[in-house]
């Protein structure tokens, strides 16, 4: 349990700050979205644990911008994803002169500066949890309602001293607090469900320099272990 609350805990911070996971997650704790056996397509025996019962969110792909701030720090985030999640990449810009691109798939994480064209990544399996956000938030958050947002009505999540609104197993709004006031908040300002993303979207840029974390203190730093 206390390993699972940090965890959380990290992916909340994470998101909130501009950074993934990704994080992470309406109507009740979701039902897990199968498909039956006789409707399977070809991409989801493709798409392995991502498909037939182990998507990481409800709905196929979306792309979703929000507004963020964080100790008077402002900027945005788009995400966008497909194949049920399991490809997903971010883009944040801040007020500083700062752009940058997450992009996971089944078999990379990779973390690019945009400005500074590089990079790094990691396999999947070092950075990706192997039971989905909400189960995390179903074990170890209280869900004390529900509420409208980006026109979406999300369960809210309490855990701690991080609040999530969470639709589709989607966090549309994330808020920290800190000895009773905000100090950082993420909000969906637009959601495009079913979206159709682009290929190159989910491509390394050819400029970018990226450097693979192969060493595991490499690796515990860049999870936030270290």
């Not at 993934?20 to 009740?28: M, N, P, Q, Y």
């Not at 990449?89 to 996971?104: A, E, V």
Request: glycine share 8%; charged share 30%.
């Amino acid at each position: 349990m206390g390993m699972k609350l940090r965890t959380l805990r990290r992916g909340c911070v994470r998101v909130l700050l501009l950074f993934s996971i990704g994080f992470t997650s309406c109507g009740g704790p979701p039902d897990t979205a199968q498909t039956p056996p006789d409707r399977a397509t070809d991409a989801d025996k493709r798409d392995g644990p991502q498909a037939l019962g182990q998507r990481r969110y409800q709905i196929e792909s979306a792309i979703i911008k929000y507004t963020c701030e964080a100790e008077g720090v402002k900027g945005t985030q788009l995400m966008f994803f497909d194949k049920w999640g399991a490809r997903e990449g971010f883009t944040r810009t801040g007020s500083k002169p700062i752009k940058t691109l997450t992009l996971s798939d089944p078999d990379w994480v990779t973390q690019i500066d945009l400005s500074g064209k590089t990079g790094t990544r990691m396999k999947a399996r070092y950075a990706r949890r192997s039971d989905r956000d909400i189960d995390i938030l179903l074990a170890v958050g209280d869900k004390v309602g529900t509420e409208i947002v980006a026109g979406r009505k999300c369960d809210k999540w309490k855990i701690q001293d991080s609040t999530l609104w969470v639709w589709n197993s989607i966090p549309l709004k994330s808020q920290l607090t800190k000895d009773g006031k905000v100090v950082a908040i993420q909000t969906a300002v637009d959601v495009k469900e079913n979206a159709s993303i682009p290929e190159e979207k989910f491509k390394i840029p050819p400029d970018v320099k990226i450097t693979e974390l192969t060493k595991p203190e490499q690796i515990l730093q860049a999870l936030g272990y270290l």
